[in-house]
């Protein structure tokens, strides 16, 4: 089985995707998420047909 390689160039653009994910998008949504939950119980915007 041949393993797939990645050029410098190919990695590079990985690791800024993955540092922009962690670094800004998730602490993003951590926040929305936060603001969210300090308004009320979430479970009421759970799907009930479970």
């Given at each position: 089985m041949k393993s797939k390689l990645?050029?410098?160039?190919g990695f590079e653009l990985l690791k800024k995707e993955l540092d922009y994910?962690?670094?800004?998008?998730r602490p993003d949504?951590?926040?929305k998420v936060s603001w969210a939950a300090s308004l009320g119980d979430?479970?009421?915007n759970a799907?009930?047909?479970l």
């Open positions: 990645i050029t410098r160039d994910l962690w670094k800004e998008h949504i951590t926040r979430r479970s009421e799907d009930s047909t």
